[in-house]
T-cell receptor, first 112, second 112 residues
Framework: DAKTTQPPSMDCAEGRAANLPCNHS???????VYWYRQIHSQGPQYIIH???NNETNEMASLIITEDRKSSTLILPHATLRDTAVYYC?????????????FGKGMKLTVNP | EAQVTQNPRYLITVTGKKLTVTCSQN?????MSWYRQDPGLGLRQIYY???????DKGDVPEGYKVSRKEKRNFPLILESPSPNQTSLYFC???????????FGSGTRLTVV
């Protein structure tokens, strides 16, 4: 079962920041937060991951609360091409079955 | 270019006719996995492999076989396909220290 909760959908205006929330209240100490997205029926695309510190890369920023029970993925300047289903996943960095459990995700629609 | 290559992209077959979907990665990844994606059910793991000659069942392995004779290849075999295996299939790979999975472009299989 997915260990994260996301709203089913969200809209954002093109050019504005998109803040995608995720709750993971049962996260354990060795589990990382990963974000993926899937554009239409393409293969899921890795975006970013983090443990407890905020992370930033060329695609997005990840803000993890101090208690690690929730996080926010930030797309600083959303474009129409960012319209996709976004998945928030928690899992150990290594070890175990290496299974990614994808929940239902959240559909982000970027509007012109 | 670093990538996971699946073939074919589209396949229509008849019930009971054995088929193989190939997956190859050029990133020297240890870990490879197969997922299927169905409407309303999301992405579910079929089989995974930690390294050469090491494979294990995921959540929905019934009706599928895999092999990992070489590090780069992880074919998915349907010995006797049935209509309930009609789905969109994705192959994924990553390093053991799990910096983020790379997914293939998908194989849309229809069994009639």
């Amino acid at each position: 079962d997915a260990k994260t909760t996301q709203p089913p959908s969200m809209d954002c205006a093109e050019g504005r920041a998109a803040n995608l929330p995720c709750n993971h209240s049962t996260i354990s100490g060795n589990e990382y937060v990963y974000w993926y997205r899937q554009i239409h029926s393409q293969g899921p695309q890795y975006i970013i991951h983090g443990l407890k510190n905020n992370e930033t890369n060329e695609m997005a920023s990840l803000i993890i609360t101090e208690d690690r029970k929730s996080s926010t993925l930030i797309l600083p300047h959303a474009t129409l091409r960012d319209t996709a289903v976004y998945y928030c996943i928690v899992r150990p960095r290594q070890g175990g079955s290496e299974k990614l459990v994808f929940g239902k995700g959240m559909k982000l629609t970027v509007n012109p | 270019e670093a990538q996971v290559t699946q073939n074919p992209r589209y396949l229509i077959t008849v019930t009971g006719k054995k088929l193989t979907v190939t997956c190859s990665q050029n990133m020297n990844h240890e870990y490879m996995s197969w997922y299927r994606q169905d409407p309303g059910l999301g992405l579910r793991q079929i089989y995974y492999s930690m390294n050469v000659e090491v494979t294990d069942k995921g959540d929905v392995p019934e009706g599928y076989k895999v092999s990992r004779k070489e590090k780069r290849n992880f074919p998915l075999i349907l010995e006797s396909p049935s209509p309930n295996q009609t789905s969109l299939y994705f192959c994924a790979s990553s390093f053991w220290n799990n910096l983020g999975y790379t997914f293939g472009s998908g194989t849309r299989l229809t069994v009639v």
